[in-house]
């Protein structure tokens, strides 16, 4: 049960847009379409932003988007603004029946 | 008001026991799966233990197994966690999450999430 890898930090300046990475095997990404992508601000509880690789929650900005290509997940922000600096994780069920989380990636708006 | 509120945490010598609880209010708890996710001071996610709606589905991760028992009571919609043989490094901010998706025990994302309570293991 080895964490998912990601970036460890990223920054873009408001407007840009910005894809974390999240990286994994054939045993969860690579098998599985229940990847998921949490916000986390300093403080707060995680925020569900993406699920199932590509779907977005009601409330959830249309900024946020989420895709799938082999053990490699990604979250794509666009239009950078602001309150998008945060911790992005990454998750995804893996064939040991259990959840993986992403080690995070730190969003820092310049 | 849809939410979780944890609590039960604490100050634990290692070795020994504690439980947490999860009460949940504003949805209809016997339809939805729910999880355990902690995180230790300073780190990342790591996912502790789910359950399905009628307890028939049960996982740990590798860390937990054998030590922590995760279970829930749909009368008193709440969610429990016995956490035994406590270690040091089990010290961190426990969350309960309720999953997306209801009526489905497939993987599901974690969509409402508690405070956290704080639990510490040190002599």
């Known amino acids: 049960q080895s964490a998912l890898t990601q970036p460890a930090s990223m920054s873009g300046s408001p407007g840009q847009s910005i894809t974390i990475s999240c990286s994994g095997t054939s045993s969860d990404i690579g098998y599985y379409n229940y990847v998921s992508w949490y916000q986390q601000h300093p403080g707060k509880a995680p925020k569900l932003m993406i699920l199932d690789v590509t779907y977005r929650p009601s409330g959830v900005s249309h900024r946020f988007s989420g895709s799938k290509s082999d053990n490699t997940a990604s979250l794509t922000i666009s239009g950078l603004q602001a309150e998008d600096e945060a911790i992005y994780y990454c998750s995804s069920y893996s064939s040991s029946n259990t959840y993986v989380l992403g080690t995070g990636t730190k969003v820092t708006v310049l | 008001e849809v939410q979780l509120v944890e609590s039960g945490g604490g100050l634990v010598q290692p070795g020994r026991s504690l439980r947490l609880s999860c009460a949940a209010s504003?949805?209809?708890?016997?339809?939805?799966?729910m999880h355990w996710v902690r995180q230790a001071p300073g780190k990342g996610l790591e996912w502790v233990s789910g359950?399905?709606?009628?307890?028939?589905?049960?996982d740990y991760a590798d860390s937990v197994k054998g030590r922590f028992t995760i279970s829930r009571d749909n009368v008193k919609n709440s969610l429990y966690l016995q956490m035994n043989s406590l270690r040091a490094e089990d010290t961190a901010l426990y969350y309960c999450?309720?999953?997306?998706?209801?009526?489905?025990?497939?993987?599901?994302?974690?969509?409402?999430w508690g405070q956290g309570t704080m639990v510490t293991v040190s002599s």
């Open positions: 504003g949805f209809r708890f016997d339809d939805y799966a």
């Open positions: 999450a309720k999953v997306y998706w209801g009526s489905t025990s497939r993987p599901n994302g974690f969509a409402l």
């Open positions: 359950i399905n709606w009628n307890s028939a589905n049960i």
